[in-house]
Every structure is written in structure tokens, then in C-alpha cells.
Nanobody, 117 residues
Framework: QAQLVESGGGLVQPGGSLRLSCAAP????????VRWYRQAPGNPRELVAG???????NYADSVKGRFTISRDNARNTVYLQMNNLKPEDTAVYSC???????????WGQGTQVTVSP
């Protein structure tokens, strides 16, 4: 059962921007790492970006310089700002979170991002 809620996906033209959100309920307080993945039809799941509680980030080479991951601890939410979107960014984007207590991992249902003229 998905515990995280993603939002912000949609249809955008190449060069456009979207901001995805990954929200956790306030009852979840043990998250220390959040990662965004994406999966396009026929392709394997790809790690896009991650952020720790300390704000340490990492990105896939394919999105460096275009995507920015950030977190608002007060809102228990992680964001993925996506700029200069390309058709190859089209995929379902999902967030996953690692926690320090059972069940240790949380995930969302995903949100569709489509980049097309």
C-alpha cells in the first residue's frame, strides 16, 4: 500500500518545466532518504535524484543541470523541479523513501510526465 503521494505531473512541451511533489503523511517521521525514480514503457526503472535528511543530493547524469531535488521538512515533502524538459524525460515518476523504523520503506503510486510538442 502506497503511503507517499506524488503530484505535479502532466503534459509539457520540450523546454518546459514541471515541479513534482512527494508528500508523506505527518505520521511518518523516520524518513532519512528520499529518491525519485522514473520508468518509461519498455525501459528499466532509472534513479533520477535523491536527497538525504542532511540535504545531500545526487543526480543521474542525464538530468544534471536541469533537475533539482529539494525538501521541506516542515511539510514532510520532497520536490523535484524539472527544467528544460526533453521528450526522453517522458516517464512515470515515483518517489521512494527509506525510514529508520519498520516498515523501513515507503513509496507512492507515481505520476505521469509527458514531454511532447
Amino acid at each position: 500500500q502506497a503511503q507517499l503521494v506524488e503530484s505535479g505531473g502532466g503534459l509539457v512541451q520540450p523546454g518546459g518545466s514541471l515541479r513534482l511533489s512527494c508528500a508523506a503523511p505527518r505520521t511518518i517521521t523516520d524518513i532519512y532518504l528520499v529518491r525519485w525514480y522514473r520508468q518509461a514503457p519498455g525501459n528499466p526503472r532509472e534513479l533520477v535524484a535523491g536527497i538525504t535528511n542532511d540535504g545531500i543530493t545526487n543526480y543521474a547524469d542525464s538530468v544534471k543541470g536541469r533537475f533539482t531535488i529539494s525538501r521541506d521538512n516542515a511539510r514532510n515533502t520532497v520536490y523535484l523541479q524539472m527544467n528544460n524538459l526533453k521528450p526522453e524525460d517522458t516517464a512515470v515518476y515515483s518517489c521512494y523513501a527509506d525510514g529508520t523504523t519498520s516498515p523501513y520503506m515507503y513509496w507512492g503510486q507515481g505520476t505521469q510526465v509527458t514531454v511532447s510538442p
